[in-house]
T-cell receptor
Framework: DTEVTQTPKHLVMGMTNKKSLKCEQH?????MYWYKQKAKKPPELMFV???????INESVPSRFSPECPNSSLLNLHLHALQPEDSALYLC???????????FGDGTRLSIL | DAKTTQPTSMDCAEGRAANLPCNHS???????VYWYRQIHSQGPQYIIH???NNETNEMASLIITEDRKSSTLILPHATLRDTAVYYC????????????FGAGTTVTVRA
């Protein structure tokens, strides 16, 4: 069982919809991450939050908007996505800096 | 972070040891070797990491050559549930948060 919980597990949305992905951890980790994984490809980093502040944005389009309301929660707000944004979105957390990251099982997103 | 090279795929027999190689010939002195795996339909799972000494935990052993240019992840008694993509990642402590996944090795454990 993963200690990082992501909801929903599956999401289908139209290109004009607004939706949010949620991630929660209760390990006391102070760094949280969003990754995107296309089919048969490795995960790619999107965003990093450290102590609830955005510290890395890997040049992600503005239609993806991250939010860290508190140290246990991480959201990814989605708006006006494109079909090529269909992917598995993974959340991870870690103690700060170079500690191992713990991943959730992801949200599988399909854009119609 | 240094680039890694892994075989695309490998098979191993259930109950036998699985030895997964990784080349990282450009590794720097402050870079660690991390191993993760991703079982189908799950998120990546941390396995083990090391700097220059061999490491062992409940999941696996990590053997790093003396020159640190390559390493081997050993799953001592592979089971069908070990079928996954295994990623070898080299990461500097100064690279605070970034984990750069390569293509990995698809390991299939056969009964």
């Amino acid at each position: 069982d993963t200690e990082v919980t992501q909801t929903p597990k599956h999401l289908v949305m139209g290109m004009t919809n607004k939706k949010s992905l949620k991630c929660e951890q209760h390990m006391g980790h102070r760094a949280m991450y969003w990754y995107k994984q296309k089919a048969k490809k490795p995960p790619e980093l999107m965003f990093v939050y450290s102590y609830e502040k955005l510290s890395i944005n890997e040049s992600v389009p503005s239609r993806f908007s991250p939010e860290c309301p508190n140290s246990s929660l991480l959201n990814l707000h989605l708006h006006a996505l494109q079909p090529e944004d269909s992917a598995l979105y993974l959340c991870a957390s870690s103690q700060v800096r170079a500690q191992p990251q713990h991943f959730g099982d992801g949200t599988r997103l399909s854009i119609l | 972070d240094a680039k890694t090279t892994q075989p695309t795929s490998m098979d191993c027999a259930e109950g036998r040891a699985a030895n997964l190689p990784c080349n990282h010939s450009t590794i720097s002195g402050n870079e660690y070797v991390y191993w993760y795996r991703q079982i189908h339909s799950q998120g990546p799972q941390y396995i083990i990491h090391g700097l220059k000494n061999n490491e062992t935990n409940e999941m696996a052993s990590l053997i790093i050559t003396e020159d640190r240019k390559s390493s081997t992840l050993i799953l001592p008694h592979a089971t069908l549930r070990d079928t996954a993509v295994y990623y070898c990642i080299v990461r500097a402590l100064s690279n605070d948060y970034k984990l750069s996944f390569g293509a990995g090795t698809t390991v299939t454990v056969r009964a």
